[in-house]
């Protein structure tokens, strides 16, 4: 005889294939960060409890209260109090912008330096940012079609947008495009709002490209020196590109000299790659970054996927990738059984914003896209990245615990 459903039996609490995987990304975040600093740590006699390794274990600690955090109090709850967690984000967004609050670093002042802990705005403003807008556009069907509602929905990505774009940190900023339509799009916003939008945002960035690439020093729109050489070298402009119109044999040289320069990290990354094989070189044993080839001050954190790809190999590159496989399919089925449209909204931002910080950083290490500086989840060096990652995958624990059931 046939057993009978049990209707009364309550849906499974925590969603433990996320979880399991998240766990995945970060042991292996652990293992290659202290493999990409193995060699500047050991030689210089850092104490144990100050190496990068032993402090990511400890931003994921914190990460992971804070996601346990996120699901003790329903996301609609959260929701009535995302407009104050999106205006205290541009607080902090503002104030990082002013000297002496704000921590310069590589030329950016994206920081505020709490001593102990270097606090990045950006991360928590694109949490903020996927519970307000969720919030905002969970309203009415009928009421998304006006487009004063629409213009409303583009503002309040706008404002974090241009904050972050002014610290600079053009990576964190266009991230926030992608999170933003892709809610927009699942929530019901007339699709021709979007692809009109978008059609005129794509003409003017090409403009803008063909612009920063081949205007005359006067006519051009204005970047930093850096990002107009990114840009150079992702499109693989020739060094004449770099040196002044009329510039003599000197200046020309120096703009050789500076074009091998700004393309070294990208070289480099894809070499290290590349050079991995099937199953990699080894754990530690990664020769692009034991030598230094691969530059240690950012093999940790916007390249960490090329110290793992050399030391893995595809093998390893094919897991990483896997488990966010898995990541991302979970978010997506957590958005699909979502008790409402708040959550469901809410879920693919989360989903929308960890795959563009995937395709970003994984693009930049094999020069499918331009270097940004946008790090790779969970498994980059990062204090505020790691806890606002990890606060996202909560608000998706949360909606999985409050999700419709039959």
Known sequence: MLARPNIAEKPARIDWVLLCALLGLMVLGVLFIHSARHATESGSGVPW????????????????????????????????????????????????????????????????????????????????????????????????????????????????????????????????????FVMMYVAGIPAKYLRRFLGGSALIVALILVDVLFAPPNWRVKLEDYQRRRLLVYFGMESKHFAPPNAT????????????????????????????????????????NVLGYLPRAVAHNDFIFSVLAEESGFVGSMVV???????????????????????????????????????????????????????LPLLSYGGTSVICTLVAAGLLQNIYLHRRSY
């Open 249 to 288: 044999a000197a200046e020309l040289q120096k703009a050789r000299i500076q074009e091998r320069n700004d393309s070294y990290n990208v070289e480099q990354a894809l070499i290290s790659v590349g050079s991995g094989g099937l199953t990699g070189k080894g754990w530690r044993q990664g020769t692009q």
């Open 49 to 180: 409890f100050k190496q990068y390794h032993i402090k990511q274990i400890a931003y994921y600690l914190l990460g992971s209260v804070a996601m346990a955090g996120m699901c003790v109090i329903p996301y609609q709850t959260l929701a009535r109090w995302s407009y104050v967690a999106y205006w205290g984000s541009i607080l902090l967004l503002v104030l990082v912008l002013i000297p002496h609050i704000g921590a310069m670093r590589f030329g950016a002042r994206r920081w505020i330096d709490l001593g102990i802990f270097q606090l990045q705005p950006s991360e928590i403003a694109k949490i903020a940012f996927i519970l307000a807008l969720g919030n905002f556009l969970a309203r009415p069907l009928d009421e998304l079609k006006l487009t004063g509602n629409f213009w409303k929905a583009l503002a309040m990505l706008g404002l974090p947008f241009a904050l972050i774009l002014v610290e600079p940190d053009l990576g964190s900023a266009l991230v926030l495009i992608p999170t933003g």
């Open 321 to 375: 990738l896997s488990l966010y496989a898995v990541v991302l399919f979970a978010g997506i089925r957590i958005a699909g059984q979502a008790r409402d449209r708040l959550g469901k909204i809410m879920a693919a931002g989360v989903v929308a914003l960890l795959f563009s910080h995937m395709f970003i950083n994984i693009g930049m290490n094999i020069r499918l896209m331009p270097v940004t500086g946008v790090p």
